[in-house]
């Protein structure tokens, strides 16, 4: 069940970028790589481990706490990451 979430996931991470325009075809398939690995070795692990009971109520307090304080405001993370790999750019040699 984890594994098929998991393939649903990055399929539906893979045809938004593409139906929004948001990343070339090129970009897309690079992410559809990196997640299929990503997916590949969670699922080399996830059957050594048994599942625990966990208690998930902090989890969905964390999380809607998380989308309340984030609604809204628009995340200029690209700008971000362009600004750090050019100051990275500049200070690594």
Same mark, same amino acid.
């Given at each position: 069940?984890? #594994? &098929?979430?998991?393939?649903?996931?990055? *399929?539906? #991470?893979?045809? &938004?970028? =593409? *139906? *929004? %325009?948001?990343? &070339?075809?090129?970009?897309? @398939?690079?992410?559809?790589?990196? @997640?299929?690995?990503? *997916?590949?070795l969670f699922g080399l692990q !996830? +059957?050594r481990y048994r599942a625990k009971?966990?208690? $998930?109520? +902090? =989890?969905?307090?964390?999380?809607?706490? $998380?989308?309340?304080?984030? %609604? @809204? +405001?628009? $995340? /200029?993370?690209?700008?971000? $990451? /362009?600004?750090?790999? @050019? !100051?990275? /750019? #500049?200070h690594s040699g």
């Amino acid at each position: 069940m984890a #594994i &098929s979430g998991g393939t649903g996931f990055i *399929l539906a #991470i893979a045809a &938004s970028r =593409l *139906l *929004l %325009h948001a990343h &070339s075809t090129a970009e897309v @398939g690079v992410g559809l790589v990196i @997640g299929t690995a990503a *997916l590949t070795l969670f699922g080399l692990q !996830y +059957p050594r481990y048994r599942a625990k009971e966990m208690w $998930l109520f +902090p =989890l969905f307090v964390a999380c809607g706490a $998380l989308v309340t304080v984030l %609604h @809204g +405001p628009e $995340l /200029r993370a690209e700008e971000f $990451l /362009r600004e750090m790999a @050019g !100051y990275l /750019r #500049i200070h690594s040699g």
